[in-house]
């Protein structure tokens, strides 16, 4: 019932360009925050960006002023614009939905999405 997908992962080199997508379906999705977490091997899963149903953004300090999340609501879509790539940066990428009040049980989840930056 409720889907929510990620695309647009790849490999880029350092300094490189990508921009990640997520569509959500069977959630009223203008009522949700939206968020992009990544987990790299070995490592736990961190939050990357954040956007609530206000348009507030959030993001991580390794991230901020490279990295860019925004939704369309007409779309069920949030994006993240990843630009001055790092190979640290390498990791998978998941979107996440949730409401505020509602508890971590409430989250939904995407299948995440492969981001390698390597020259």
């Known amino acids: 019932q409720v889907h929510l997908v990620e695309s647009g992962g790849g490999l880029v080199q350092p300094g490189g360009s990508l921009k990640l997508s997520c569509t959500a379906s069977?959630?009223?999705?203008?009522?949700?925050?939206m968020g992009w977490y990544r987990q790299a091997p070995g490592k736990q899963r961190e939050l990357v960006a954040d956007?609530?149903?206000?348009?507030?953004?959030k993001y991580a300090d390794s991230v901020k002023g490279r990295f860019t999340i925004s939704r369309d609501d007409a779309q069920k879509t949030v994006y993240l614009q990843m630009n001055s790539l790092k190979p640290e940066d390498t990791a998978v990428y998941f979107c996440?939905?949730?409401?505020?009040?509602?508890?971590?049980?409430?989250?939904?989840w995407g299948q995440g999405t492969k981001v390698t930056v390597s020259s």
């Open positions: 996440k939905a949730g409401r505020p009040l509602a508890g971590p049980a409430a989250d939904y």
């Open positions: 069977g959630i009223i999705f203008n009522i949700y925050a």
């Open positions: 956007i609530t149903s206000g348009f507030m953004t």
